[in-house]
Every structure is written in structure tokens, then in C-alpha cells.
């Protein structure tokens, strides 16, 4: 009788369990609503429908990719590089064809499939505005497939990483700076958008067109940044030997949950404090981005450190944000449009480089300082280079081909028209002959500010207008504001 009953509180345990992480699961899913509405809000109203088409396929395209190869490649990977046992019929049928009593296999492959899927359209927004689709495509195809799964092989699938220590919670690295680096070698390897830098490298601003959808896109994303973390913590429940039911790792749900929210807030106040120091103002999309970056930052180390760490560790992680975008646009003079690297890329890097100075080991005496911090940086170089390898591969073999970016005039026009053949607002304004929209308010896509009116007292808006209406087509097209662009 008792053998009976603790059967039946072992089918309660894994239903419940099974239910929390399809619960989490579809909320991460709907984070690509988020991305969505953020990247549709920092590129130009020409490049709309664009956007959403590509955050559309890279869930589509990727996500059979990663059922069909995947999942099983990062099995191999561990298996291969941890010094664990492993076959490849067995990693590819373990998936397809589960024993009748793995209830569990397809549950957990849809929660990690949502996780490889926020790490392919990431790239998305850093190379807005001229990649080819087919290009972009191409790219989440063998990321999906290969370049993903292998950084999960050498990590979560028990690879050597694993072995050596390497801590990542919820995917600060693994996710998010792994599709940080591969978004800034992508741009990097495409080139700038048109007319984005000058001949002195000094940086046009090009201003996306809605600040509402951005933000909007932010405020879904830390949403869906609660299953991103706190459903990590993805066992509420579990059966003790004596029959019990207790909590299982729910228990750390509290810290998690807490932690995030406290880095996500401090994100933001660390962006605006750098913005209003360099900029005297307190610029609206380095608030929003700095919310992310925070996210990001506490990401890989949610449940393990102490709570003031993750105040100290999302004040960085958003007071590096302007930071890191001057450098790349004006340093290293690459067009990340959607700020994609300072906000995952190095965001990721800081906090899992963090890990010592707030874990709650360390604090509690239980592990040392350097004992956490040499797998951290072993981790975050591996990681880091073999993204950055692989993306310049794929991405060089477009560009030889000839397949990375559009004409320089499809670029002009726009590829709503150009790639889609569709118009995103044809009621308010059709775009006029350089492709520049005629219709929107106008944000700049790397934080500054702008001021509100001209000398004359028109608005900064209506002198844009002007200067197009009487500038050159090829020089109004992609030039929409040569104001001071320091940060």
C-alpha cells in the first residue's frame, strides 16, 4: 500500500514539475515578442517589416534545426569533450524516440530549444538594416545546428567546461554573450550601414523610428526574463526517500527571483547615471537598454550570490552600457545597430567574471576567490573565441560569396521593399525617393539626445524633413542627422 501511494505522489512530483517548466518555457517563448517590438523600434520605418520577418523565421527556421540536429550535437559534444560515455544513434534517438516511461524528454528538449532560439535572434538587431535574409537565415540554420549546441556540449551537456567548473546559471554566457559576440563579429564582417561613418570616422547618428515599440519590446523582454531565470529553478517539487513530498530546487526560487529584479533596476539606474554624466541628460533607450544589460548580467549567477551583489553587479553591467557602445562605434567603428554586444555581449562577460566577488560561498567561506575565478575566465575564453570563429566563418563565406548584405541601393530604398515587397505604414506616408519615410518621429539608436527644436524654433523633426526634401538622393537617404554625436 505504501509502495502504492508513494507512486502515486511520484506521478504528482514529476507532473507538477512538468507543468512549471512548460509554464516557463512559453513565457521565454513569448520573449520574442520583446525582441521583436525592441529591434522593430530601433530601425528605420523602411526596415520594419524586415526585422519582425527575421525574428518570425529565426524562431521557425531554428527551432526545427535545433529538434532535427541540435539538441543531439550538444549531447555528442559533452559526451566527447566531459570524458562521458556517449552515442550518436543514441543522442539522436533518445529525442526522436523516447522509452514509453520518459515522459520528460520532449518537455525538456522544448525548454532548452527556447533558450538556443533567444541566442540566434539576438544577432538580429546587430546586423539590421543591410544583411540579406537569406544570409541572416543561413547564419541561424548553423547556429541552430552546430555553433550553439557545441557551447551547451562543452557546459550544461557535462563537457569539459563542466568539468573545470565553469558556472553559468541561466545562459548569461552561454545565451546571451555568446549571441553578444556572435552579433558584433556579424556587423563587424558586413560593414556599417550606409553612410553610418564618414571618411574621418567620425559617426552619423541614423535614429530608429519608435521609441514606444522599444521600450515596449524592453518591458516584455524583463517579463519574460522571470521564466528566463527563476524558471532555471525548474524542479518545484520532490519525493524524499520516506515518501514525502518537499520542496525540490523551488527552494531557491526566492533568491533568484529577487536578484533579478534587483538587477534589473540597478541596470537601469547605472545607464542613465553614465548617459546624464557624459551627456547632461537622461537619455530614454540607455534606460531601457540598461535594464537588459542588467538582466543579462546577473543572469549566470542569479542563485548563488548574495543580494547586495546583485545591486553591485547590475550598477556595472548598465555603467558599462555607453561605455562599450562608444568604443564599438567609435573605436572599433562597427554599426552594432541594436546595441546587441554592450547590452548581452559584455553585460554576459561581467557578471560571470563577477562570480567570485559575490558568490555566496565565497562570502560564507564554504570556496575561495580563485577557485571560482579561473573556470570563470577559462569558460568566458572559450566561449568567446569560439563564437567569434565560428560567426566569422560563416559570415566571411557569405561575404566572398557575395551574399552578406544587400545593394547599396536596395539599402536605400529599404528592405521592406527590396526583400519583402511590402510597406509597414502605408497610411501614414509612403517613403519618398531615397527610401527615407516621410511619416515618423525620429530616435537615435545609440542613446543620445537630441534637442528639442533649432535655432529657429522648428522642430528637430521638421528641419530633418526639410534637409531631405532639398539634400541629394544618395546623401539624404542615410544621413538624417549630423548633430554633435558624443555620448
Not at 520532449?106 to 546586423?127: D, P, Q, R
Not at 539626445?449 to 539634400?471: E, K, L, Q, V
Not at 541629394?472 to 548633430?483: G, I, L, V
Amino acid at each position: 500500500m505504501n509502495t502504492l501511494l508513494q507512486s502515486d505522489l511520484g506521478a504528482v512530483v514529476e507532473g507538477v514539475n512538468m507543468i512549471w517548466v512548460l509554464t516557463v518555457t512559453f513565457l521565454i517563448f513569448f520573449m520574442h515578442a520583446g525582441f521583436a517590438m525592441l529591434e522593430a523600434g530601433q530601425v528605420r520605418s523602411k526596415n520594419v517589416a524586415n526585422q519582425l520577418t527575421k525574428n518570425l523565421l529565426t524562431w521557425s527556421v531554428g527551432v526545427i534545426v535545433f529538434f532535427l540536429v541540435g539538441a543531439a550535437i550538444s549531447t555528442i559534444v559533452g559526451g566527447m569533450t566531459g570524458g562521458g560515455s556517449y552515442s550518436v544513434v543514441v543522442a539522436f534517438m533518445s529525442l526522436y524516440a523516447p522509452e514509453a516511461g520518459s515522459a520528460t524528454a520532449w518537455v525538456s528538449w522544448l525548454f532548452g530549444a527556447v533558450f538556443a532560439m533567444t541566442a540566434a535572434t539576438i544577432v538580429s538587431g546587430a546586423v539590421a538594416g543591410r544583411a540579406k535574409l537569406r544570409a541572416y537565415v543561413g547564419y541561424t540554420i548553423l547556429l541552430a545546428a552546430v555553433i550553439y549546441p557545441v557551447v551547451v556540449g562543452f557546459t550544461w551537456g557535462g563537457g569539459f567546461l563542466d568539468a573545470l567548473g565553469f558556472y553559468d546559471f541561466a545562459g548569461g554566457v552561454i545565451v546571451h554573450a555568446m549571441g553578444g559576440i556572435a552579433g558584433l563579429t556579424a556587423a563587424w564582417i558586413i560593414g556599417p550601414r550606409v553612410n553610418r561613418f564618414n571618411e574621418d570616422g567620425s559617426a552619423n547618428v541614423i535614429p530608429g523610428h519608435s521609441m514606444t515599440f522599444a521600450v515596449l519590446g524592453t518591458l516584455i523582454l524583463a517579463f519574460g526574463w522571470y521564466g528566463f531565470n527563476v524558471g532555471t529553478s525548474a524542479s518545484p517539487l520532490a519525493l524524499a526517500e520516506s515518501g514525502e513530498v518537499v520542496l525540490g530546487s523551488f527552494e531557491t526560487v526566492g533568491r533568484v527571483a529577487l536578484v533579478t529584479t534587483l538587477g534589473m533596476a540597478a541596470g537601469a539606474i547605472g545607464a542613465a547615471a553614465v548617459a546624464l554624466s557624459k551627456t547632461g541628460k537622461v537619455d530614454t533607450l540607455y534606460v531601457a537598454n540598461g535594464v537588459l544589460a542588467g538582466l543579462v548580467g546577473i543572469t549566470s549567477i542569479a542563485d548563488a550570490i548574495v543580494w547586495p551583489g546583485a545591486i553591485a553587479v547590475g550598477l556595472l553591467a548598465g555603467a558599462q552600457l555607453p561605455v562599450v557602445f562608444e568604443f564599438v562605434e567609435k573605436r572599433l567603428h562597427i554599426d552594432d545597430v541594436c546595441a546587441v554586444f554592450p547590452v548581452h555581449g559584455s553585460a554576459g562577460i561581467l557578471g560571470a567574471l563577477a562570480y567570485p566577488f559575490v558568490a555566496t560561498a565565497v562570502w560564507s567561506g564554504n570556496a575561495s576567490f580563485v577557485s571560482l575565478a579561473i573556470p570563470q575566465v577559462v569558460g568566458v575564453v572559450v566561449i568567446s573565441l569560439w563564437t567569434f570563429a565560428a560567426t566569422a566563418l560563416v559570415f566571411g563565406a557569405f561575404r566572398a560569396a557575395g551574399q552578406a548584405r544587400v545593394s547599396r541601393e536596395h539599402e536605400i530604398e529599404g528592405l521592406d521593399t527590396s526583400e519583402h515587397g511590402v510597406d509597414t505604414y502605408p497610411e501614414f506616408g509612403s517613403p519618398d525617393e531615397s527610401g527615407a519615410r516621410v511619416d515618423g518621429g525620429f530616435i537615435r539608436s545609440d542613446g543620445g539626445a537630441y534637442a528639442p527644436t533649432d535655432d529657429s524654433g522648428r522642430s528637430a523633426r521638421d528641419t530633418d524633413r526639410s534637409a531631405r526634401d532639398t539634400a541629394s538622393t544618395e546623401t539624404e537617404t542615410d544621413t538624417p542627422n549630423t548633430r554633435e554625436t558624443n555620448l
